[in-house]
């Protein structure tokens, strides 16, 4: 009788484990219907990567690690068409990439490499608009798109998450990703910032910095 109660127990933990296991494994699904017109290659996909994986020291020494600093690199990780057969979007799905302690990339961001793998795979620049300086419209985009791999929420470098916490930094923000002060940000070797996108910024401080 014993025997039986320590079998049943045993089975149930392996069950668990063995589907605790499975669930950790599911690939995100992806929404189609939420895949942008046009994922541009210079203005969303390569500062997901460059700012989750292109570390200094981890893809752009080209020897063990492949080199994830330019277009012509990415797309030997890239069947153009099929996400699903791409060692990017692998790579964007799994579990030890990024490494800890970053934060695995969200459906968001997933979803942006899966559409333009998708969409062709192509080396397309998102046409930038000097004169529009809303938050929501142009600065908080870039920041996701540039900033979020470094500074997530509980980011020891400082949380850029939302509303208050870009405005209460909004200056040191503009001397950074214009080196007026410190290092630039985004930090070698990830690509600055466009003169375009740091005009939108600069514009919106001295507009006041509206919620718009
Ligand atoms: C690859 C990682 C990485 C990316 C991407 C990155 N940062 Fe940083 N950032 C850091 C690190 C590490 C520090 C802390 C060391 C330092 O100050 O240089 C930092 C510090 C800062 C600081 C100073 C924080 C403070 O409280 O004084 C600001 C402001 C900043 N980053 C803004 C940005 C902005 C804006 C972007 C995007 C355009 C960005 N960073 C992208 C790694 C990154």
Known sequence: MKKNILFV?????????LSSCKHDSTPP???????????YFYDEVLPIIQSNCAISDCHTNGEEDPDLSNYSNILKLVKPGDPQNSSLYKYAI???MPP?????????????????????????????NSSDSSFNNAVFPI?????????????????LTN????????????????TQSGSIMPP???????????TQITNWINKGKHND
């Open 143 to 159: 920041i996701k798109r540039n900033c979020l791999g470094c500074h997530n929420t509980g980011s020891t470098n400082g949380a």
């Open 9 to 17: 127990c045993l089975s149930a933990f392996y069950i668990f484990v």
């Open 94 to 96: 799994g579990s030890e």
């Open 188 to 198: 070698s070797p990830a690509n600055p910032l466009s003169d375009c996108k740091k």
């Open 100 to 128: 800890a302690p970053k934060t695995p990339l969200n459906l968001e961001q997933v979803t942006s490499i899966y559409g333009w793998i998708k969409q062709g795979a192509l080396a397309n620049i998102e046409p930038c």
């Open 29 to 39: 699904v992806i929404d189609e219907s939420a895949i942008k017109d046009t994922v």
């Open 163 to 178: 509303f208050d916490e870009i405005s209460a930094k909004a200056n040191t923000i503009l001397s950074r990703i214009t």
